[in-house]
């Protein structure tokens, strides 16, 4: 059976994006790959976190992982931080991947560019190296993951291959090659408030991302107030009509009907009956794991699930270890 990986960070609470982008996929996997989710809190520590809210904010995320459907059964589900493998991974890793490479990234030349070299940590620059370790520690084939990971993944691919041609032996597979899986419909999830940029959960401006979350009238308002154009007429242009686009690929993602079915359904209607119908569409979805959630929080079923999942993975992350440690001669 092949191996998947994946991880959201706790840096807030997730959005429909990261719904649709990527814990729906992961339910879809689950019942066909042996699945590995992830609270990845170490990345969520590139930037200052409080605390309190941080420690609240893994154990939400752990309780939407099951409420979204994931089922311990299926999925080993642990957090990041009680796998120490990880962090032992990432030196490894760092130490064979270049300072070029990783000023490079995305992340780290528009926050460093924003902040300036003393605004921003060290590990905003050396984060991607822990990325890496948390897909190779699982021997992960597959990473499902929205668009905006695609820069990561090549990283990994890169640096998979050297590691294996550097220490790997004839014949023997040091270290497994993982390829990206990205969503057919909303890989890419944009700003409700500016659908150029990729909606965030870490977005300052709350207007900008519907949470999962979020109460029914927060999300009808939200999409309400969604920036769309002056024509009013509804057809799928990502690149003229970003903001229409966009909702329409939401919708889509939300029911499971075709972008064009969506189109035809709506021609000669105005922006108001789909926004409201769209709205209906999200709070139907999102109802139920509310529920879910708010049972599991105060259960302590979650956090058994949390101590047996961190259980299997480090059997499997420590294994992965020890053959990258013996390879280099520690
Ligand atoms: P965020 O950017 O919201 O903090 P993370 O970095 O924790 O999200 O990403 C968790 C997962 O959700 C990743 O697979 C990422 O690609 C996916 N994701 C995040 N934002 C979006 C989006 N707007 N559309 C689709 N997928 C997204
Ligand atoms: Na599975």
Same mark, same amino acid.
């Given at each position: 059976?092949?191996?998947?990986?994946?991880?959201?960070?706790?840096?807030?609470?997730?959005?429909?994006?990261?719904?649709?982008?990527?814990?729906?996929?992961?339910?879809?996997?689950?019942?066909?790959? =042996?699945?590995?989710?992830?609270?990845?809190?170490?990345?969520? *520590?590139?930037?200052?976190?409080?605390?309190?809210?941080?420690?609240?904010?893994?154990?939400?995320?752990?309780?939407?992982?099951?409420?979204?459907?994931?089922?311990?059964?299926?999925?080993? *589900?642990?957090?990041?931080?009680?796998?120490?493998?990880?962090?032992?991974?990432?030196?490894?890793?760092?130490?064979?991947?270049?300072?070029?490479?990783?000023?490079?990234?995305?992340?780290?030349?528009?926050?460093?560019?924003?902040?300036?070299?003393?605004?921003?940590?060290?590990?905003?620059?050396?984060?991607?190296?822990?990325?890496?370790?948390? *897909? *190779?520690?699982?021997?992960?084939?597959?990473?499902?993951?929205?668009?905006?990971?695609?820069?990561?993944?090549?990283?990994?691919?890169?640096?998979?291959?050297?590691?294996?041609?550097?220490?790997?032996?004839?014949?023997?597979?040091?270290?497994?090659?993982?390829?990206?899986?990205?969503?057919?419909?909303?890989?890419?999830?944009?700003?409700?408030?500016?659908?150029?940029?990729?909606?965030?959960?870490? =977005?300052?401006?709350?207007?900008?991302?519907?949470?999962?979350?979020?109460?029914?009238?927060?999300?009808?308002?939200?999409?309400?107030?969604?920036?769309?154009?002056?024509?009013?007429?509804?057809?799928?242009?990502?690149?003229?009509?970003?903001?229409?686009?966009?909702?329409?690929?939401?919708?889509?993602?939300?029911?499971?009907?075709?972008?064009?079915?969506?189109?035809?359904?709506?021609?000669?209607?105005?922006?108001?009956?789909?926004?409201?119908?769209?709205?209906?569409?999200?709070?139907?979805?999102?109802?139920?794991?509310?529920?879910?959630?708010?049972?599991?929080?105060?259960?302590?079923?979650?956090?058994?699930?949390? =101590?047996?999942?961190? =259980?299997?993975?480090?059997?499997?992350?420590?294994?992965?270890?020890?053959?990258?440690?013996?390879?280099?001669?520690?």
């Amino acid at each position: 059976m092949e191996t998947i990986f994946s991880g959201i960070q706790p840096s807030g609470i997730p959005t429909i994006g990261n719904y649709i982008g990527a814990m729906k996929q992961f339910v879809d996997l689950q019942n066909q790959y =042996d699945c590995y989710f992830c609270i990845v809190d170490e990345h969520a *520590i590139t930037v200052p976190q409080d605390p309190i809210k941080l420690r609240q904010q893994i154990r939400g995320l752990a309780a939407l992982y099951l409420a979204v459907g994931l089922d311990p059964k299926k999925a080993t *589900i642990f957090i990041q931080s009680e796998v120490s493998a990880h962090a032992e991974a990432a030196w490894i890793i760092q130490c064979n991947t270049t300072i070029g490479e990783l000023e490079r990234m995305t992340q780290f030349k528009d926050k460093s560019q924003k902040n300036g070299r003393t605004g921003v940590s060290a590990g905003l620059l050396t984060y991607p190296p822990l990325m890496v370790g948390d *897909i *190779i520690l699982y021997n992960a084939n597959l990473v499902p993951v929205g668009d905006d990971q695609k820069q990561h993944l090549e990283l990994t691919r890169d640096f998979v291959e050297r590691f294996n041609k550097r220490y790997g032996q004839k014949n023997q597979e040091l270290l497994v090659m993982p390829e990206v899986k990205i969503a057919e419909q909303g890989g890419r999830v944009m700003s409700l408030q500016d659908p150029t940029s990729k909606m965030s959960k870490s =977005d300052t401006n709350a207007k900008g991302f519907i949470s999962m979350l979020d109460e029914p009238n927060v999300i009808r308002k939200k999409i309400k107030s969604a920036v769309t154009d002056s024509t009013g007429i509804i057809e799928y242009d990502p690149e003229n009509k970003p903001g229409i686009s966009n909702l329409l690929s939401i919708f889509s993602a939300v029911t499971g009907r075709p972008v064009a079915e969506l189109v035809s359904a709506y021609e000669g209607k105005g922006y108001g009956d789909f926004k409201s119908d769209l709205a209906e569409a999200v709070v139907d979805l999102l109802e139920p794991i509310q529920i879910r959630y708010n049972e599991l929080l105060a259960s302590d079923e979650l956090d058994e699930i949390l =101590d047996e999942g961190a =259980d299997k993975a480090r059997l499997v992350a420590n294994k992965t270890l020890q053959r990258m440690k013996n390879a280099i001669g520690l």
